[in-house]
């Protein structure tokens, strides 16, 4: 029983019948890797009678073991005729001795024989294999693929009694497995749509003539079927020899293909080399490619950016966006072949550099659009760029670099304003910046719009839009300047703003006691003046009038002073300065002149001296003007009496003279005595000394 090869079989199943002795069908089913069979012979199935009628169909079996539903050609019949004629040896018969399956072998039959056994081997090796099956009739095939391989074979048979019994060894005879035929046909395409029309490329890659197929994503490979092969095996590589693959010999049983996973692009014109390799049987192929017969370049449509577009300004928080990979390739020009491929993540890449050495930010984003959560990018150039990424991973579709110039606007100052008068610690204020995580803040002396470091008088930094010193500017006839910059959550400086001016005059405090030109105490003098706001400490100065250094200094938290030391007689002057926390004057006040009086007033005149009348006052002129004359400072004894005089005592307008006037006469014969005490002081409070006279009383 013979057929012929089915395109992609792989083997056979064959199933025979006859009629029994009783009329009940007798049925046997073998598999074979051949395309012909001759039935076997056991002890309890022996060949089938002379004269019955067999009818038998064949089916494929592919490689993954899936039958065809129908026979292959329908049921057919033949009938078992007589013995033919026989010969003393089993010798070869001339047969079909020359395929890539097993051959159906036939030989003499011989007389008494119940059956033959078949042995082959390697041409000219001597040595040989019994076949597994044993024949009913002169006639046989390996069901197995075990000699399959393409080479030159020797064989003969063996004829058999029943119980076993040798009869007699035939003539070796000879027949050739040849390589199953290569594939043609070869072509790629985007998909099997296309490999079917016109946009297939079928370029074959030979050294003479070096065609590469280009194409812009994963294609399909395609391929002719070859008679005789039930699978095929893929090779994939980057080099023409096949040394670099990347699939090796990948079973299909179709003879179209796609690589399981996404191609990465071509890099640097190095395309992608292939072949396939035909298979009458697992493990029984063809020969191994040792280069390639087709080439395809891969190179992707390349991301199309949208913002910012090239050589723009931007500012702040940048925002980069790009069409959608797969709206790009499937709407290229007119002329173009369109791709399908869709990106599973897109790759932002930022760098200051065009050479991307080093990368400032790198994001995979699912989305056609990026802005950095954590990052403000650097105030200057820009490059960036954006990568598709496949569904394996592969960066493919690489756009343009694009170049794009970081320009944030500068802080707007507020306060104070430029010509303004502020005090030692003024409040700076500013329009508060978007995406700015801290200020810089400057402040330079002597108008230094320069900004020179040995002017600067401040630097600091705040989270805030406002900044107050810390330690007072000292009072200055020369403006400050001042300047803020702003910082994002990256540390990246923006530009500085304009300058702003202010001048520092520092608030005086006001002088309260000594007044102007009064005498003070040489031992008991006090100076006050009035509190400042914002002031540390106050600094008490005192010097000898006209001159130009001070006699005493002294730095006080509060708002008096009060010298230790004796003061000189003569004329002085005062000041208040207020300091600040830094231990610098902010401000100070005028000289303020006072006279020193260290003398304490004399007795010049009295009255009366020696004698009186009844009705007289008791008067007393003193060296300067005085105070506290009174009844208790000034008193008028009678000689021999404790108690003083009852009487009433005032002072002159200039405060010279002190007048004692008696509630009654005095009496006449009498001596009186009068005393003065050290109650009675000068302005400056220095003590008169005591003083006593007597006068008598006359007619």
């Known amino acids: 029983m013979k057929w012929d090869l089915t395109p992609g079989a792989e083997r056979y199943k064959l199933t025979y019948s006859y009629p029994s002795s009783s009329g009940a069908a007798i049925t046997r089913t073998v598999t074979t890797y051949s395309t012909s069979h001759s039935p076997n012979w056991t002890v309890t199935q022996p060949a089938i009678p002379v004269g019955k009628t067999v009818t038998w169909f064949v089916q494929a079996i592919y490689a993954n073991n899936d039958e065809s539903a129908l026979p292959l050609t329908g049921a057919r019949t033949f009938t078992v005729g007589p013995t033919p004629t026989t010969a003393p040896t089993p010798d070869a018969l001339s047969t079909d001795t020359t395929g890539d399956r097993f051959p159906s072998l036939s030989w003499k039959p011989v007389a008494g024989a119940d059956y033959y056994q078949v042995f082959v081997g390697t041409a000219g090796t001597n040595i040989f294999q019994q076949v597994p099956e044993e024949f009913a009739h002169p006639a046989g095939t390996d069901l197995n693929k075990t000699h399959l391989d393409a080479k030159d074979y020797d064989w003969f048979a063996r004829a058999y009694t029943s119980n076993g019994t040798l009869l007699t060894t035939g003539s070796v005879g000879s027949f050739t497995i040849t390589d199953i035929a290569p594939v043609i046909g070869q072509a790629v395409a985007h998909t099997g749509t296309e490999v079917d029309s016109a946009a297939r490329c079928s370029l074959s890659h030979t050294n003479a003539v070096p065609n590469v197929c280009p194409v812009r994503q994963t294609p399909v490979l395609d391929w002719n079927p070859v008679v005789g092969a039930s699978s095929y095996q893929v090779y994939l590589a980057r080099d023409k020899s096949l040394t670099n693959r990347i699939y090796n010999g990948v079973v299909t049983h179709s003879t179209r293909w796609t690589p399981t996973e996404q191609l990465a692009d071509s890099q640097a014109g190095q395309a992608y080399y292939w072949a396939i390799r035909p298979c009458k049987a697992a493990t029984v192929c063809g020969p191994d490619p040792i280069e390639a017969t087709n080439a395809f370049d891969k190179t992707s449509y390349r991301v199309k950016t949208t913002t910012p577009s090239n050589d723009v300004t931007v500012a702040d928080a940048v925002t980069f966006s790009w069409d959608d990979y797969l709206v790009t390739n499937t709407a290229p020009t007119a002329t ?57 991973g592969n960066t493919v579709g690489t756009s343009d670099v694009q170049a794009a110039t970081k320009r944030s606007l500068p802080v707007v100052l507020q306060s104070p304003t430029t010509g303004s008068v502020s005090p030692g610690t003024p409040a700076l204020r500013w329009v508060p910046r978007a995406f700015a995580a801290s200020y810089d803040v400057e402040v330079y002396k002597d108008n230094d719009t320069n900004f020179s470091v040995a002017n600067r008088v401040f630097t600091g930094s705040t989270e805030l839009s406002a900044f107050s010193l810390t330690n007072p500017l000292p009072a200055s006839s020369q403006p400050y300047v001042w300047r803020v910059r702003a910082k994002d959550v990256s540390g990246n400086a923006g530009p500085w703003s304009a300058a702003m001016t202010f ?73 208040v300065s207020t300091v600040d926390a830094a231990g610098k004057v902010v401000a100070t006040s005028a000289w303020r002149a006072f006279r020193v009086d260290g003398t304490s007033p004399t007795v010049v005149a009295t009255t009366p001296s020696f004698s009186a009348k009844p009705v007289t006052n008791v008067t007393a002129t003193f060296s300067e003007p005085v105070r506290g004359a009174t009844t208790g400072t000034m008193k008028l004894f009678q000689q021999g009496r404790q108690h003083p005089v009852s009487a009433t005592v005032a002072l002159s307008a200039t405060k010279l003279k002190a007048t004692l006037n008696p509630a009654s006469n005095l009496l006449v014969g009498r001596t009186y005595r009068a005393v003065l005490t050290s109650g009675i002081t000068d302005t400056a409070r220095n003590p008169l000394a005591m003083r006593e006279w007597t006068f008598t009383v006359a007619q």
């Open 503 to 575: 001048t520092v005059r520092g608030t005086e405090s006001a002088l309260v006691t000594p007044a102007a030109d009064v005498r003070v105490s040489a031992t008991a003098s006090l100076f006050t003046w009035g509190a400042v706001a914002g002031t540390s400490s106050y600094r008490f100065e005192r010097r000898k009038s006209g001159s130009a250094t001070a006699t005493e200094t002294v730095n006080t938290v509060g708002l008096a002073w009060a010298p230790t030391s004796k003061l000189s007689d003569g004329s002085w002057e005062w000041r």
């Open 336 to 392: 173009a072949v369109r791709s399908r491929v869709e990106a599973k993540q897109y790759k932002v890449e930022v760098s200051a550099s065009e050479t991307f050495s080093p990368i400032l930010d790198t994001a995979t984003v699912d989305q056609t659009t990026y802005t950095s959560a954590t990052k403000i990018y650097p105030e200057g150039p820009l490059f960036w760029r954006v990568s598709a990424l496949d569904g394996s």
